[in-house]
């Protein structure tokens, strides 16, 4: 599993790494801009990412925006809908209009609130079909 995680906050990008990392291969983006142009170097590299975690909440390109681009991306590959990126949405805000315009205009599979606890996270990446082993 390739992921990319998107978050300006340092600590919350690393303890979403460090719950990753056994499981996946992880790239980091510090903002929206980095973001879209590590996906666009993935998809043209042909290694696209599997996942993307995005912090809605970002100076300058916002989560919402990030993820719009992103699917730009997708469409102008030709890239069929069924093999779409699955976007998990990090974001400390629990707002109704944030999480429809996620969903429903970004096309989000995933809305968790932070604090990102491990068991949420893999919870979440079970619930999408990814899989990942039981901690014993």
Do not use: W
């Not at 429903?104 to 999408?128: C, H, M, Q």
């Amino acid at each position: 599993m390739r992921v990319l995680i998107v978050d300006d906050d340092f600590y919350c990008r690393s303890m979403i790494h460090e719950i990753l990392h056994p499981y996946a291969y992880c790239d980091m983006a510090v903002n929206g801009e980095e973001a879209v142009d590590a996906f666009r170097r993935a998809v043209v590299d042909g290694k696209p990412y599997d996942l993307v975690c995005l912090d809605l909440v970002m100076p300058d390109m916002d989560g919402q925006q990030t993820l719009r681009e992103i699917r730009v991306i997708e469409k102008e590959t030709k890239r069929a809908p069924l093999l779409e990126t699955k976007v998990i949405v990090t974001s400390m805000l629990e707002d109704r209009k944030e999480t429809h315009d996620a969903f429903f205009l970004g096309g989000a599979a995933s809305y968790l609130v932070k604090p990102i606890t491990e068991d949420k996270l893999l919870a979440e990446l079970r619930n999408l079909g990814f899989s990942v082993r039981t901690k014993s």
